[in-house]
């Protein structure tokens, strides 16, 4: 069996950003992979400015710690005042420009308005509570890299500088589609009670959630009859317009799992057997098209299996199809477990876990690959090596569903 870094860097090798780009207005931004490096054409602070409502005065004239200056004028944010003259103070705002003259600012907290004058009841040094001119920006310095996932603070950001529009990759196109003559849609079931040996298909619904955290286009070809010929017309017509096609389902090599002939006779396939616990089936190849092809993954039917399989591999591959340039693999964190392990598996495990109020962490009574609850009751998994134990108390790698889900 491969490992989970086998399996995760074999995908990694394989995918290739998508290559077209677009132009949108940062306001429209949040999500897209930034196509090239964009840099500031201006310094931020665009001039030195205060970091609080105060006096602007000439550090010289405080020196005794209690100096009575002439308040001889008043500066909101957006007014350029006039050069300060020595012996007076500026009455000046949060964000404002600091006068000529002026080498420092003191807090409104440390002043006494008294008349005409202000008691400066503090001794300033030559610098204080001023922002620099490119404090911050430097122009012509780069602020944001190819590559970049854009986040609310990355707008922030490029906004700062004046960017109103972005270059981006465009979005991946993803299809889906679920195999099993047993799956039923909620809301399907007559009277709402389930046929013998039906289920209802709550991967769909966990799969287009993560599709649409993601960013993705995405197609949803719904639930494909269990026959060779559906799969493979699925599967033909998916290719045409799309980067990546994920299935749910139909990865094992049963008479009835159509997965692997359907691919194999319109593509290429890998079946893998993984050495992960829960997910062990896990299929990666290819689906053919006129001029090329699309990245295909097929993931297991199990719904804890299919949720933890897209997260440990599709994301990433999804992130690195997008254009990420960065890392893709989540950040794990040392956190103790509340929780004894007694028994070793020969897979790589990743249990569903909460914190809880002491700062530990509590294992889901059944890790089971159908018990959907876990992943709602955990706030993510430990990632546990192949045959390990674990003891209360010990140190344990733990990935929140958080850092898994964009």
């Given at each position: 069996m491969l490992t989970v870094r086998e399996a995760?860097?074999?995908?990694?090798?394989?995918?290739?950003p998508v290559a077209e780009t677009e132009q949108v207005a940062t306001l429209d931004a949040n999500g897209r992979v930034l196509a090239a490096d964009q840099a500031s054409t201006i310094d931020v602070p665009s001039a030195d400015?205060?970091?609080?409502?105060?006096?602007?005065?000439r550090a010289a004239d405080c020196v005794n710690g209690g100096a009575s200056l002439r308040v001889a004028q008043r500066i909101p944010a957006g007014v350029v005042g006039d050069p300060l003259e020595p012996g007076t103070a500026a009455r000046i705002f949060t964000g404002a420009m600091i006068p000529q003259g002026a080498d420092a600012v003191v807090m409104q907290e440390q002043c006494e308005a008294q008349g005409e004058n202000v008691v400066i009841r503090h001794t300033p040094k030559a610098g204080e509570w001023i922002r620099r001119t490119g404090e911050d920006i430097v122009a012509g310095s780069t602020i944001l890299a190819a590559g970049t996932r854009l986040r609310s603070q990355e707008l922030g950001l490029a906004a700062s500088v004046g960017l109103a529009t972005l270059?981006?990759?465009?979005?991946?196109?993803?299809?889906?589609?679920?195999t099993g003559d047993e799956l039923t849609m909620p809301g399907e079931?007559?009277?709402?009670?389930?046929?013998?040996?039906?289920?209802?298909n709550s991967n769909r619904f966990t799969l287009r959630g993560l599709l649409e955290n993601f960013g993705c286009a995405f197609t949803d070809y719904g639930i494909v009859p269990d026959s060779l010929?559906?799969?493979?017309?699925t599967l033909r017509e998916a290719a045409r317009e799309h980067d990546l096609i994920i299935t749910s389902g139909?990865?094992?090599?049963g008479e009835e799992d159509h997965i692997k002939p359907a691919v194999e006779a319109e593509g290429q396939l890998n079946m893998w057997q993984i050495a992960v616990k829960p997910g062990k089936p896990l299929a990666f190849g290819q689906v053919n098209r006129d001029g090329g092809s699309s990245y295909f993954i097929g993931l297991p039917g199990n719904p804890v299996s299919s949720f933890i399989t897209f997260l440990l591999f599709v994301r990433p591959f999804l992130l690195r199809l997008q254009g990420v340039s960065g890392p893709v693999e989540p950040r794990a964190y040392g956190m103790r477990a509340d929780f004894n392990l007694p028994k070793a598996d020969r897979r790589n495990e990743f249990l569903r876990v909460r914190v809880n109020a002491g700062g530990g962490l509590e294992l889901f009574t059944n890790q089971g690959s159908g018990v959907l609850t876990s992943t709602v009751w955990g706030d993510g998994l430990v990632d546990n090596?192949?045959?390990?134990?674990?003891?209360?108390?010990?140190?344990v790698r733990f990935i929140p569903f958080a850092e898994l889900q964009h």
């Open positions: 995760l860097d074999t995908l990694l090798a394989a995918v290739h400015n205060t970091q609080m409502d105060g006096y602007a005065v270059p981006v990759r465009r979005r991946v196109r993803v299809a889906v589609f679920f079931a007559p009277n709402g009670q389930l046929a013998p040996g039906a289920i209802y010929d559906a799969t493979r017309a139909g990865v094992s090599v090596p192949p045959g390990r134990v674990i003891n209360e108390g010990d140190i």
